[in-house]
Protein backbone atom coordinates (compact mmCIF):
# COMPACT_ATOMS: atom_id res chain seq x y z
CA UNK A 1 0.00 0.00 0.00
CA UNK A 2 0.74 3.49 -0.82
CA UNK A 3 -0.73 4.86 1.83
CA UNK A 4 -4.68 4.96 2.81
CA UNK A 5 -4.92 8.41 1.53
CA UNK A 6 -3.87 6.92 -2.10
CA UNK A 7 -6.63 5.57 -4.21
CA UNK A 8 -5.80 2.16 -6.60
CA UNK A 9 -5.39 4.67 -9.31
CA UNK A 10 -2.78 6.76 -8.33
CA UNK A 11 -1.12 3.19 -7.76
CA UNK A 12 -1.75 1.99 -11.19
CA UNK A 13 1.25 1.82 -14.04
CA UNK A 14 1.20 2.31 -17.97
CA UNK A 15 2.68 -0.90 -18.80
CA UNK A 16 1.68 -3.90 -17.12
CA UNK A 17 4.70 -5.57 -15.34
CA UNK A 18 5.85 -8.85 -15.07
CA UNK A 19 6.52 -9.58 -11.66
CA UNK A 20 9.99 -9.60 -9.92
CA UNK A 21 11.56 -13.17 -9.32
CA UNK A 22 12.40 -11.67 -6.27
CA UNK A 23 9.51 -9.29 -4.07
CA UNK A 24 10.48 -7.21 -1.54
CA UNK A 25 7.95 -5.24 0.57
CA UNK A 26 8.58 -1.52 -0.58
CA UNK A 27 5.72 1.01 -1.86
CA UNK A 28 4.88 1.70 -4.99
CA UNK A 29 6.36 5.41 -4.39
CA UNK A 30 9.17 3.84 -2.98
CA UNK A 31 9.62 2.07 -5.64
CA UNK A 32 9.45 5.45 -8.23
CA UNK A 33 11.50 7.12 -6.12
CA UNK A 34 14.24 3.92 -6.86
CA UNK A 35 13.83 3.75 -10.07
CA UNK A 36 14.04 7.74 -10.92
CA UNK A 37 17.20 7.82 -8.48
CA UNK A 38 18.69 5.15 -10.38
CA UNK A 39 18.13 5.93 -13.65
CA UNK A 40 21.06 7.22 -16.43
CA UNK A 41 18.96 10.61 -16.62
CA UNK A 42 19.13 11.59 -13.80
CA UNK A 43 23.14 10.84 -13.55
CA UNK A 44 23.61 12.97 -16.55
CA UNK A 45 22.01 15.89 -14.63
CA UNK A 46 26.08 15.70 -12.80
CA UNK A 47 27.43 17.38 -16.21
CA UNK A 48 24.73 20.04 -17.10
CA UNK A 49 24.63 23.94 -16.00
CA UNK A 50 22.35 25.15 -13.27
CA UNK A 51 23.70 28.63 -12.95
CA UNK A 52 27.27 28.22 -13.53
CA UNK A 53 29.34 25.84 -15.86
CA UNK A 54 29.82 21.94 -14.51
CA UNK A 55 33.96 23.32 -15.45
CA UNK A 56 33.83 26.99 -13.61
CA UNK A 57 34.86 25.51 -9.97
CA UNK A 58 35.81 22.40 -8.59
CA UNK A 59 32.25 21.89 -6.82
CA UNK A 60 29.56 23.38 -8.34
CA UNK A 61 26.22 23.10 -7.78
CA UNK A 62 24.76 21.31 -11.40
CA UNK A 63 21.33 20.02 -12.29
CA UNK A 64 21.77 17.17 -10.32
CA UNK A 65 22.52 18.22 -7.15
CA UNK A 66 19.80 21.20 -7.52
CA UNK A 67 17.20 18.42 -8.14
CA UNK A 68 18.58 15.95 -4.85
CA UNK A 69 18.36 19.38 -2.46
CA UNK A 70 14.91 19.93 -4.07
CA UNK A 71 13.90 16.49 -3.63
CA UNK A 72 15.32 17.00 0.28
CA UNK A 73 12.84 20.28 0.30
CA UNK A 74 10.10 18.78 -1.31
CA UNK A 75 10.38 15.64 1.26
CA UNK A 76 10.12 18.21 4.27
CA UNK A 77 7.43 19.67 2.99
CA UNK A 78 5.51 17.00 2.02
CA UNK A 79 5.98 15.04 6.00
CA UNK A 80 4.76 18.72 7.48
CA UNK A 81 1.44 18.72 4.84
CA UNK A 82 0.76 14.91 5.05
CA UNK A 83 1.65 14.27 1.28
CA UNK A 84 3.65 10.67 0.68
CA UNK A 85 7.38 11.79 1.03
CA UNK A 86 8.67 9.04 -1.54
CA UNK A 87 6.09 10.54 -4.31
CA UNK A 88 7.09 13.80 -3.74
CA UNK A 89 10.94 13.19 -3.05
CA UNK A 90 10.88 11.11 -6.67
CA UNK A 91 8.87 14.16 -8.57
CA UNK A 92 11.32 16.52 -7.26
CA UNK A 93 14.33 14.12 -8.61
CA UNK A 94 12.75 13.78 -11.92
CA UNK A 95 11.61 17.62 -12.50
CA UNK A 96 14.24 18.61 -14.43
CA UNK A 97 15.82 15.39 -15.86
CA UNK A 98 14.67 16.56 -19.62
CA UNK A 99 16.52 19.52 -19.62
CA UNK A 100 19.47 19.69 -22.15
CA UNK A 101 22.92 21.08 -21.98
CA UNK A 102 23.76 24.87 -21.10
CA UNK A 103 21.02 25.56 -18.73
CA UNK A 104 17.55 27.66 -19.59
CA UNK A 105 20.35 28.86 -22.28
CA UNK A 106 20.25 25.67 -24.53
CA UNK A 107 16.25 25.08 -23.23
CA UNK A 108 15.71 28.61 -25.47
CA UNK A 109 18.62 27.86 -28.32
CA UNK A 110 16.77 24.24 -28.72
CA UNK A 111 13.42 25.51 -28.65
CA UNK A 112 14.31 27.93 -31.76
CA UNK A 113 16.24 25.14 -33.54
CA UNK A 114 13.28 22.53 -33.07
CA UNK A 115 10.54 24.43 -34.15
CA UNK A 116 9.63 22.32 -37.65
CA UNK A 117 8.72 19.63 -34.82
CA UNK A 118 6.83 21.38 -32.05
CA UNK A 119 9.66 23.22 -30.28
CA UNK A 120 11.36 22.39 -27.10
CA UNK A 121 10.32 22.54 -23.75
CA UNK A 122 12.58 21.09 -20.73
CA UNK A 123 9.60 20.28 -18.45
CA UNK A 124 7.90 18.12 -21.97
CA UNK A 125 11.26 16.92 -22.30
CA UNK A 126 10.92 15.33 -18.80
CA UNK A 127 8.03 13.61 -19.44
CA UNK A 128 9.12 11.95 -22.56
CA UNK A 129 12.48 10.68 -20.38
CA UNK A 130 10.36 9.20 -17.83
CA UNK A 131 7.76 7.72 -20.22
CA UNK A 132 9.77 6.76 -23.54
CA UNK A 133 13.49 7.13 -23.53
CA UNK A 134 14.96 6.20 -20.10
CA UNK A 135 15.60 2.49 -21.34
CA UNK A 136 14.04 0.01 -18.13
CA UNK A 137 11.12 -1.73 -18.34
CA UNK A 138 8.97 -3.28 -21.02
CA UNK A 139 5.31 -4.55 -20.48
CA UNK A 140 3.88 -7.32 -20.91
CA UNK A 141 3.17 -6.61 -23.78
CA UNK A 142 6.21 -6.13 -25.67
CA UNK A 143 5.92 -2.13 -25.09
CA UNK A 144 8.45 0.22 -24.41
CA UNK A 145 7.59 2.00 -20.79
CA UNK A 146 10.62 4.14 -19.76
CA UNK A 147 10.56 4.12 -15.83
CA UNK A 148 7.17 2.83 -16.03
CA UNK A 149 6.08 5.24 -12.70
CA UNK A 150 3.08 5.48 -11.59
CA UNK A 151 0.17 7.54 -12.29
CA UNK A 152 0.43 9.88 -9.47
CA UNK A 153 4.40 10.29 -9.55
CA UNK A 154 4.08 11.27 -13.56
CA UNK A 155 1.24 13.81 -12.46
CA UNK A 156 3.60 15.42 -9.71
CA UNK A 157 6.12 15.56 -12.23
CA UNK A 158 4.14 17.74 -14.06
CA UNK A 159 5.09 21.43 -13.64
CA UNK A 160 2.91 22.76 -16.72
CA UNK A 161 0.23 19.89 -17.02
CA UNK A 162 -1.33 21.06 -20.22
CA UNK A 163 0.31 20.82 -23.94
CA UNK A 164 1.80 23.85 -25.87
CA UNK A 165 -0.42 26.96 -26.26
CA UNK A 166 -0.23 30.03 -26.66
CA UNK A 167 -0.58 32.49 -23.44
CA UNK A 168 2.51 30.97 -22.18
CA UNK A 169 5.96 29.56 -23.68
CA UNK A 170 5.70 26.77 -20.88
CA UNK A 171 4.05 23.43 -21.66
CA UNK A 172 4.47 19.60 -20.27
CA UNK A 173 4.17 17.47 -23.43
CA UNK A 174 4.57 17.41 -26.58
CA UNK A 175 2.16 16.21 -29.19
CA UNK A 176 3.41 12.49 -29.72
CA UNK A 177 3.11 12.23 -25.88
CA UNK A 178 -0.66 13.00 -25.43
CA UNK A 179 -1.92 9.41 -25.53
CA UNK A 180 0.16 9.30 -22.26
CA UNK A 181 -0.31 12.48 -20.67
CA UNK A 182 -3.94 12.09 -21.33
CA UNK A 183 -3.49 8.54 -19.09
CA UNK A 184 -1.85 9.96 -16.29
CA UNK A 185 -4.92 13.13 -16.41
CA UNK A 186 -7.60 11.17 -16.73
CA UNK A 187 -10.63 12.24 -14.73
CA UNK A 188 -8.78 15.43 -12.85
CA UNK A 189 -9.26 19.04 -13.99
CA UNK A 190 -7.75 20.63 -16.75
CA UNK A 191 -4.45 22.56 -16.08
CA UNK A 192 -4.62 21.99 -12.51
CA UNK A 193 -1.63 20.92 -10.61
CA UNK A 194 -1.89 18.10 -8.07
CA UNK A 195 -0.38 19.09 -4.19
CA UNK A 196 1.84 16.84 -4.41
CA UNK A 197 3.49 18.72 -8.34
CA UNK A 198 3.02 22.29 -6.28
CA UNK A 199 5.26 20.71 -3.37
CA UNK A 200 7.70 20.20 -6.11
CA UNK A 201 7.11 23.32 -8.08
CA UNK A 202 7.60 25.23 -4.49
CA UNK A 203 10.24 22.84 -3.41
CA UNK A 204 12.01 23.85 -6.76
CA UNK A 205 11.79 27.59 -6.11
CA UNK A 206 12.83 27.72 -2.42
CA UNK A 207 15.90 25.30 -3.44
CA UNK A 208 17.30 27.67 -6.34
CA UNK A 209 16.26 30.60 -4.88
CA UNK A 210 18.72 30.16 -1.47
CA UNK A 211 21.62 27.80 -2.63
CA UNK A 212 21.86 30.04 -5.89
CA UNK A 213 21.98 33.03 -4.07
CA UNK A 214 24.57 31.11 -1.73
CA UNK A 215 27.03 30.56 -4.92
CA UNK A 216 27.00 33.80 -6.30
CA UNK A 217 28.34 35.24 -3.29
CA UNK A 218 30.70 32.58 -2.58
CA UNK A 219 31.86 33.26 -5.80
CA UNK A 220 32.12 36.57 -5.33
CA UNK A 221 30.06 37.57 -7.94
CA UNK A 222 27.27 38.66 -5.70
CA UNK A 223 27.84 41.50 -3.07
CA UNK A 224 24.60 41.71 -0.87
CA UNK A 225 26.00 44.76 0.41
CA UNK A 226 25.67 46.93 -2.87
CA UNK A 227 22.17 47.17 -1.78
CA UNK A 228 22.34 49.09 0.28
CA UNK A 229 22.88 51.47 -2.20
CA UNK A 230 19.74 53.10 -3.37
CA UNK A 231 20.06 53.24 -7.32
CA UNK A 232 21.67 49.60 -7.09
CA UNK A 233 18.68 48.64 -4.93
CA UNK A 234 16.12 50.42 -7.52
CA UNK A 235 17.72 48.59 -10.21
CA UNK A 236 17.24 45.35 -9.00
CA UNK A 237 13.63 45.90 -7.47
CA UNK A 238 12.52 47.23 -11.26
CA UNK A 239 14.67 44.02 -13.37
CA UNK A 240 13.31 41.50 -11.16
CA UNK A 241 9.97 42.94 -11.31
CA UNK A 242 9.99 42.54 -15.01
CA UNK A 243 11.63 39.12 -14.85
CA UNK A 244 9.53 37.72 -11.96
CA UNK A 245 5.90 39.40 -12.46
CA UNK A 246 4.18 37.13 -9.32
CA UNK A 247 5.46 40.33 -7.28
CA UNK A 248 4.69 43.93 -7.26
CA UNK A 249 7.96 46.54 -7.54
CA UNK A 250 6.38 47.61 -4.45
CA UNK A 251 6.22 44.05 -2.61
CA UNK A 252 10.11 43.01 -3.74
CA UNK A 253 10.96 46.42 -2.08
CA UNK A 254 9.53 45.66 1.48
CA UNK A 255 10.82 41.89 1.19
CA UNK A 256 14.13 43.51 0.36
CA UNK A 257 13.60 45.21 3.48
CA UNK A 258 12.28 42.32 6.10
CA UNK A 259 15.13 40.13 4.88
CA UNK A 260 17.79 42.88 5.10
CA UNK A 261 16.39 43.18 8.63
CA UNK A 262 16.83 39.58 9.35
CA UNK A 263 19.79 39.16 12.13
CA UNK A 264 21.46 36.12 10.28
CA UNK A 265 21.40 38.19 7.01
CA UNK A 266 25.08 39.02 5.48
CA UNK A 267 26.11 41.94 3.77
CA UNK A 268 29.69 41.65 3.17
CA UNK A 269 32.19 39.83 1.34
CA UNK A 270 32.86 35.69 2.39
CA UNK A 271 36.55 35.30 2.65
CA UNK A 272 36.93 33.75 5.86
CA UNK A 273 35.63 30.55 7.59
CA UNK A 274 33.78 32.54 9.88
CA UNK A 275 31.76 34.47 6.92
CA UNK A 276 31.26 31.27 4.79
CA UNK A 277 29.62 29.89 8.14
CA UNK A 278 27.17 32.82 8.56
CA UNK A 279 26.61 32.48 5.01
CA UNK A 280 25.63 29.10 4.94
CA UNK A 281 23.06 29.71 8.14
CA UNK A 282 21.48 32.52 6.16
CA UNK A 283 20.48 29.79 3.22
CA UNK A 284 19.67 27.62 5.92
CA UNK A 285 16.95 29.95 7.44
CA UNK A 286 16.21 31.23 3.78
CA UNK A 287 15.17 27.77 2.97
CA UNK A 288 12.92 27.34 6.42
CA UNK A 289 11.42 30.61 6.46
CA UNK A 290 10.09 29.80 2.78
CA UNK A 291 8.97 26.41 3.75
CA UNK A 292 7.64 27.14 7.13
CA UNK A 293 5.68 30.08 5.77
CA UNK A 294 4.27 28.12 2.84
CA UNK A 295 3.08 25.11 5.41
CA UNK A 296 1.54 27.33 7.89
CA UNK A 297 -0.58 28.76 5.44
CA UNK A 298 -1.57 26.00 3.93
CA UNK A 299 -2.41 23.89 7.36
CA UNK A 300 -4.40 27.09 8.16
CA UNK A 301 -7.06 27.03 5.05
CA UNK A 302 -7.01 23.04 5.04
CA UNK A 303 -6.51 22.08 9.07
CA UNK A 304 -4.52 19.28 9.83
CA UNK A 305 -5.83 16.40 8.10
CA UNK A 306 -3.29 14.89 5.27
CA UNK A 307 -3.39 16.67 2.19
CA UNK A 308 -2.79 14.83 -1.11
CA UNK A 309 -3.38 14.79 -4.65
CA UNK A 310 -6.28 17.13 -5.48
CA UNK A 311 -8.33 17.53 -2.29
CA UNK A 312 -5.81 20.70 -1.20
CA UNK A 313 -3.49 23.43 -2.86
CA UNK A 314 -0.66 24.77 -1.49
CA UNK A 315 -1.09 28.33 0.18
CA UNK A 316 1.63 30.66 -0.81
CA UNK A 317 1.19 33.94 1.40
CA UNK A 318 2.15 36.92 -1.17
CA UNK A 319 5.21 38.12 0.82
CA UNK A 320 6.78 34.86 0.88
CA UNK A 321 6.55 34.84 -2.66
CA UNK A 322 7.69 38.09 -3.16
CA UNK A 323 10.95 37.15 -1.00
CA UNK A 324 11.37 34.09 -2.93
CA UNK A 325 11.55 36.21 -6.13
CA UNK A 326 13.51 38.90 -4.79
CA UNK A 327 16.28 36.35 -3.96
CA UNK A 328 15.99 34.77 -7.82
CA UNK A 329 15.68 38.26 -8.85
CA UNK A 330 19.60 38.88 -7.05
CA UNK A 331 21.25 35.91 -8.46
CA UNK A 332 19.76 36.69 -12.07
CA UNK A 333 21.38 40.23 -12.46
CA UNK A 334 24.34 39.58 -10.90
CA UNK A 335 25.21 36.87 -11.80
CA UNK A 336 23.02 35.23 -15.59
CA UNK A 337 23.04 39.06 -16.39
CA UNK A 338 26.93 39.80 -15.99
CA UNK A 339 28.54 40.68 -19.47
CA UNK A 340 31.21 37.70 -19.38
CA UNK A 341 28.14 35.45 -19.19
CA UNK A 342 26.84 36.62 -22.40
CA UNK A 343 29.21 36.04 -24.67
CA UNK A 344 29.56 32.51 -23.59
CA UNK A 345 26.06 32.25 -23.78
CA UNK A 346 26.15 33.22 -27.01
CA UNK A 347 28.56 30.71 -28.12
CA UNK A 348 26.79 27.98 -26.45
CA UNK A 349 23.80 28.83 -28.63
CA UNK A 350 25.37 28.59 -31.80
CA UNK A 351 26.60 25.22 -30.69
CA UNK A 352 23.47 23.94 -29.95
CA UNK A 353 21.88 24.97 -33.32
CA UNK A 354 24.59 23.46 -35.32
CA UNK A 355 24.80 20.31 -33.32
CA UNK A 356 21.43 19.61 -34.02
CA UNK A 357 21.88 20.42 -37.63
CA UNK A 358 24.56 18.07 -38.16
CA UNK A 359 22.86 15.26 -36.24
CA UNK A 360 20.02 15.60 -38.83
CA UNK A 361 22.36 15.54 -42.23
CA UNK A 362 24.54 12.77 -40.74
CA UNK A 363 21.25 10.58 -38.90
CA UNK A 364 21.11 7.92 -37.37
CA UNK A 365 25.14 7.16 -37.79
CA UNK A 366 25.94 10.54 -35.67
CA UNK A 367 23.13 9.41 -33.43
CA UNK A 368 23.64 7.25 -29.89
CA UNK A 369 23.06 3.46 -30.97
CA UNK A 370 19.47 3.57 -28.79
CA UNK A 371 18.07 6.22 -30.43
CA UNK A 372 18.60 4.80 -34.01
CA UNK A 373 15.60 2.98 -34.21
CA UNK A 374 13.42 5.63 -33.40
CA UNK A 375 14.81 7.33 -36.08
CA UNK A 376 14.33 4.38 -38.74
CA UNK A 377 11.02 3.99 -37.35
CA UNK A 378 10.06 7.83 -37.57
CA UNK A 379 6.91 8.20 -40.02
CA UNK A 380 8.24 11.91 -41.46
CA UNK A 381 10.89 14.63 -41.13
CA UNK A 382 9.40 16.39 -38.31
CA UNK A 383 9.16 13.27 -36.20
CA UNK A 384 13.04 12.52 -37.42
CA UNK A 385 14.06 15.76 -35.86
CA UNK A 386 12.33 15.39 -32.58
CA UNK A 387 14.51 12.16 -32.07
CA UNK A 388 17.07 14.16 -32.77
CA UNK A 389 16.33 17.36 -30.31
CA UNK A 390 15.88 13.34 -27.97
CA UNK A 391 19.94 13.22 -29.02
CA UNK A 392 20.95 16.45 -27.83
CA UNK A 393 18.62 17.00 -25.12
CA UNK A 394 20.40 14.08 -23.32
CA UNK A 395 23.81 15.33 -23.40
CA UNK A 396 25.99 17.06 -21.46
CA UNK A 397 28.15 20.12 -21.35
CA UNK A 398 31.09 18.30 -21.95
CA UNK A 399 29.45 15.80 -24.39
CA UNK A 400 27.66 18.06 -26.73
CA UNK A 401 30.87 20.37 -26.60
CA UNK A 402 32.78 17.17 -28.12
CA UNK A 403 29.94 16.26 -30.09
CA UNK A 404 30.12 19.29 -31.55
CA UNK A 405 33.54 19.09 -31.90
CA UNK A 406 33.45 15.58 -33.48
CA UNK A 407 30.96 16.58 -36.33
CA UNK A 408 32.82 19.98 -37.56
CA UNK A 409 36.11 19.22 -36.85
CA UNK A 410 36.62 22.31 -34.98
CA UNK A 411 38.03 22.46 -31.61
CA UNK A 412 36.44 22.42 -28.38
CA UNK A 413 36.73 24.93 -25.84
CA UNK A 414 36.91 23.48 -22.50
CA UNK A 415 34.82 27.02 -20.96
CA UNK A 416 31.65 26.36 -23.25
Given at each position: ?????????????????????????????????????????????????????????????????HSLETAQVGRGLARSLGADPDLVDAACLAHDIGHPPFGHNGEAALDAAARDCGGF????????????????????????????????????????????????????????????????????????????????????????????????????????????????????????????????????????????????????????????????????????????????????????????????????????????????????????????????????????????????????????????????????????????????????????????????????????
Amino acid sequence: MAGEWYEASDVVRWGEERPKNTPDDRTWFERDRARVLHSSALRRLAGKTQVVGPFDDDFPRTRLTHSLETAQVGRGLARSLGADPDLVDAACLAHDIGHPPFGHNGEAALDAAARDCGGFEGNAQSLRELTRLEVKIVDVHGREAGLNLTRATLDASLKYPWPKRDDTPKFGVYADDMVIFNWVRDGVPAGRRCMEAQLMDWADDVAYSAHDLEDGVVADLIDLGRLADSGQRADLVASTAVRYPAASASALDEALDRLRRQVWWVAGPVTTPTALRAMRTMTSELIARLCVAAVAATRRAYGDRPLRRYHADLVLPAATVAECCLLKGVTARFVMDRRDAHVRQRRQREVIAELLALLVVRAPDALDPLLRPAWSAASDDAARLRVAVDQVARLTDASAGRRHAQLTGRSWPVAL
